[in-house]
């Protein structure tokens, strides 16, 4: 089984952060299909570093880094302003496949690749779509939390 750690933990939004933000550990990254929903491409949890991606699909890692920044940086006070945003009530981590947990993970990666907009036709799972000025609300909220990262230096 091949691994890699992924120093740089949130590929294609990390941005200079705060001086004296903590800069999460590294993430682990598992060349396989989630170990216990063998179903499914790729998959993370709460409180581990290791996310298992199986399909090679950029989005689907992206999706699950989008989950690490949640458990490791987010905040209640952010969690709270993308339900805000996105004008949901229910709990973060509600029961249902669209939990508001799962939206931000999906924004996550739409907004790495898609910084400005959407694009048009196929798009995001877990009932995100958003409106383009709610979208626009919504990467700048993810973009504010990556900034709360000090840029990890090497040498």
């Known amino acids: 089984m091949r691994r890699v750690l992924v ?86 981590r509600a029961s249902g496949g669209d939990s508001p947990h799962e939206r931000f993970a999906e924004a996550y990666a739409w907004c790495a690749l898609y910084p400005r907009a959407l694009p048009d036709g196929d798009g995001p799972a877990y009932s995100f779509r958003p409106k383009p000025k709610t979208y626009r609300k919504v990467c700048a909220l993810v973009r504010s939390i990556i900034r709360r990262l000090p840029v990890r230096r090497s040498g």
């Open 7 to 92: 120093v740089v933990l949130l590929a294609g939004l990390l941005v200079p952060g705060t001086a004296g933000a903590q800069m999460p550990p590294p993430v682990q990254v598992v060349f396989t299909w989630c170990p216990w929903a063998q179903t499914r491409p790729g998959c993370t949890s709460p409180g581990t570093h290791v996310v298992y991606w199986g399909d090679g699909d950029p989005f689907t890692l992206l999706h699950e880094m989008g989950h690490q920044l949640d458990y490791w940086v987010m905040t209640d006070a952010d969690r709270n302003g993308f339900r805000a945003i996105m004008h949901d009530k229910r709990p973060w």
